[in-house]
């Protein structure tokens, strides 16, 4: 047996990468998009909303050209000296417009008259007997351009992307005061495990899976456990699958005699992948039960397999991204791994620019001495209070600089 508790033998079908599984994941959602229903939200409400449908600058931006600072404001290919007109040009004002050799006095934000094209600030300007002459000044100087920042038509944002609280500043600036954006997806959490279900054990995995999908902007509701019954599980899941966008089980997802999910997936719809080459957290199943238009995310039971595996495999169905930022750190043990051809998960804690494998034995948590330990590790819940995760298909050398994901990535 290996430590996601399945047995070595592949013989129970291919194992899907983990880069190739996250990236059908976010196929996956582009291929769902267009069944899901679109609300208008104001600018303040857009953070962590998908946009259903592209959004195109209905103008130029700025919409006319504008002086960034004050100073006065020419026609620069004429050449000094210049004719200063008896008047000022303020942001609120129409500018107007200046005659060949002609310039104005204008301040910072105003828009400039017609036939100017630069802007001599202040400091560098000398004025005598009403006419201007100052340093050399080329077109373009001090001028923020009509439809340098946006161009009318130009494609902004696509279907589908995720918005952030900076993007309510672009839009604004557009003219723009709502957004279409998909409904908040409804995700059914579901625990199967007769202990579960009979209260024997703790189900530790949905409050965890709930706060994920919050995360990640959509809307978990907790629908109860279903006991290691076949037909229990198949109905359960499909009765969910009718009220909900995505269900997640967890549990049930291993190759034992009552892991009873996929079988009913299979029965239910289209299983896509069956097992993920990561540890921990190997036994993920992702399915789609077209004819009830819900997506199913199969999760191992395991609480810390259970968020490595959701989180890098499911998220980007959320959130569209499969993207890991990282920050570097020196490794302080040596880790070891015991089967290759698998990526690895590793918990880490930080100090400073040192990570330290939290589970080894040099560690508050001794889970393993120096060989990796997926599945005692993917059981500890106090693996949990680790920083973040490196991701290895090999071995670490104590010293070696890694690549680690803070958690913050990966949970929103």
Do not use: C
Request: glycine fraction near 12%; proline fraction near 7%.
């Amino acid at each position: 047996m290996n430590g996601d508790g399945e047995s070595d033998d592949h013989g129970h079908g291919e194992i899907t990468p983990l880069k190739a599984a996250a990236e059908r994941v976010r196929g996956l959602r582009g291929e769902w998009l267009d069944r899901w229903e679109a609300e208008p939200v104001s600018l303040d409400r857009i953070a962590g909303r998908t946009l259903a449908e592209p959004i195109d600058a209905p103008t130029d931006v700025p919409a006319r050209s504008h002086a960034t600072m004050d100073g006065y404001a020419f026609d620069a290919t004429a050449g000094y000296p210049y004719e200063l007109a008896d008047r000022e040009v303020f942001p609120e004002s129409d500018p107007g417009e200046i005659g060949d050799g002609e310039a104005v006095r204008i301040f910072t934000g105003a828009p400039l008259p017609a036939g100017a094209n630069a802007v001599l600030k202040q400091e560098e300007a000398t004025v005598e007997d009403g006419r201007l002459s100052g340093s050399p000044t080329d077109p373009g100087t001090y001028v923020y351009e009509r439809g340098s920042n946006v161009a009318a038509g130009e494609r902004l944002f696509a279907a589908g992307e995720r918005l952030g609280a900076k993007d309510a500043v672009l839009l604004g600036d557009l003219g723009i005061e709502e957004v279409p954006v998909i409904e908040r997806l409804s995700v059914g959490l579901l625990a199967t495990g007769t202990e579960i279900h009979e209260g024997r054990r703790d189900d530790l995995d949905s409050p965890m899976l709930a706060g994920l999908v919050r995360g990640w902007g959509g809307e978990a509701t907790y629908e109860g456990t279903v006991p290691d019954e076949y037909d229990r599980v198949r109905d359960r899941i499909a009765g969910l699958a009718d009220d909900h966008d995505v269900v997640m089980t967890t549990g049930g997802t291993s190759v034992g005699d009552k892991d009873y999910v996929v079988r009913a997936l299979r029965e239910l719809g289209t299983v896509h992948f069956h097992r993920v080459a990561l540890r921990p957290g190997k036994p993920i199943a992702v399915a789609t039960l077209d004819a009830r238009d819900a997506v199913v995310f199969a999760i191992p039971g395991k609480p810390v397999g259970a968020h490595t595996v959701t989180s890098l495999v499911a998220r980007p169905f959320f959130t569209g991204s499969t993207a890991l930022p990282t920050v570097d750190a020196a490794v302080t043990s040596d880790v070891g791994i015991s089967v290759p051809g698998f990526t690895y998960a590793i918990p880490v804690t930080l100090d400073g620019d040192e990570a330290t494998p939290l589970g080894h034995a040099d560690s508050p948590l001794a889970v393993y001495e120096e060989t990796f330990d997926p599945s005692v590790l993917s059981s500890s819940t106090r693996a949990t209070r680790a920083d973040g995760f490196v991701l290895t298909e090999s071995g670490l050398s104590a010293g070696e600089t890694v690549a680690v994901v803070p958690y913050p990535v990966v949970e929103r």
